[in-house]
Nanobody
């Protein structure tokens, strides 16, 4: 069992930065692929970034490439999403997720946090 708790969201002006954190519990966290998703009002949940448990290549949605980075500290059971050059269209609730498959499909993630709101003003 893995529990996830996001933090770090807030209100920021366009062009600013935020760093989201995802605190996890569970001894086997290091064996899970982790990802960040986001959901804006009236829209489906969409993939943002992922980090495989093996430490291999990270993946990013085209809309955030070059602006966002994902990192994980397995020793501390933490996952981060560094968001730079934020745009109003990045406004959404951001969710941390963990699962056995390195995929952009949210259906394959078994564990989810409660989400943290990110609002980018123009």
């Amino acid at each position: 069992q893995v529990q996830l708790v996001e933090s770090g969201g807030g209100l920021v002006q366009a062009g600013g930065s935020l760093r989201l954190s995802c605190a996890t519990s569970g001894r086997t966290f290091s064996r899970y692929n982790v990802a960040w998703f986001r959901q804006a009002p009236g829209k489906e949940r969409e993939f943002v970034a992922s980090s495989p448990w093996s430490g291999g290549s990270t993946r990013f949605a085209d809309s955030v490439k070059g602006r966002f980075t994902i990192s994980r500290d397995n020793a501390k059971n933490l996952v981060y999403l560094q968001m730079n050059s934020l745009k109003p269209e990045d406004t959404a609730v951001y969710y941390c997720a963990a699962g056995n498959f390195a995929t952009m499909n949210p259906r394959f993630y078994d564990y989810w946090g409660q989400g943290t709101q990110v609002t980018v003003s123009s």
